[in-house]
């Protein structure tokens, strides 16, 4: 079963440009989450999708924001890029139903994005 | 605000010896906390944890969690070098949203 897929792996930007990630989730999950990871904040939580619709939010600016396909593909995307956006960018899927192992998150190898 | 404490933040120990990790919470609609691995790549599952006093176990890895003090503990045992990397508790708050520590950064030295 392959597992949670993220592209580009890498990117370098410069300020005020946007960007595009995409996150394919595994086979049969239908949520997925995108997190921000920094050295001084750790992982912080950006939202949820799930069947298409953006279940929770984190605390981010409006500068983020997401979507979800009918295939649970799921993109994210940064505008007006500042250097603190600097990040690595993981996203995380599961089956998203209530209870047990359902929540179980898996997740993808991130996308490290640069800011210049 | 919800928030999530990890300690300590870094640890330096040697093979063989036993760690324990720490993880204190306090996050709106408890439902359930997880404990993930993370070396030089994305975070792999560990442990989750839903019911207050009951230990999970795999292996050299056991995890408790304590629903009335708001906190969970990872227990390494004989530990080795492979286990060297980042330990990050995540509570579920609500409903499909995970709140992240910052981690514990632990260092197995052989």
């Known amino acids: 079963k392959a597992g949670v897929t993220q592209t580009p792996r890498y990117l370098i930007k410069t300020r005020g440009q946007q960007v595009t990630l995409s996150c394919s989730p595994i086979s049969g999950h239908r949520s997925v989450s995108w997190y921000q990871q920094t050295p001084g904040q750790g992982l912080q939580f950006l939202f949820e999708y799930f069947s298409e619709t953006q279940r929770n939010k984190g605390n981010f600016p409006g500068r983020f924001s997401g979507r979800q396909f009918s295939n649970s593909r799921s993109e994210m995307n940064v505008s007006t890029l500042e250097l603190g956006d600097s990040a690595l960018y993981l996203c995380?899927?599961?089956?998203?139903?209530?209870?047990?192992?359902?929540?179980?998150?898996?997740f993808g190898p991130g996308t490290r994005l640069t800011v210049l | 605000e919800d928030k999530v404490v990890q300690s300590p933040l870094s640890l330096v120990v040697h093979e063989g010896d036993t760690v324990t990790l720490n993880c204190s919470y306090e996050v709106t609609n408890f439902r359930s906390l997880l404990w993930y691995k993370q070396e030089k790549k994305a975070p792999t599952f560990l442990f989750m944890l839903t019911s207050s006093g009951i230990e999970k176990k795999s292996g050299r890895l056991s995890s408790i969690l304590d629903k009335k003090e708001l906190f969970s503990i990872l227990n390494i045992t004989a530990t080795q070098t492979g286990d060297s990397a980042i330990y990050l508790c995540?509570?579920?708050?609500?409903?499909?949203?995970?709140?992240f520590g910052t981690g514990t950064r632990l260092k197995v030295l052989a």
């Open positions: 995540a509570p579920r708050a609500g409903t499909y949203k995970y709140i």
């Open positions: 995380a899927s599961s089956w998203g139903l209530a209870g047990g192992s359902y929540n179980e998150q898996f």
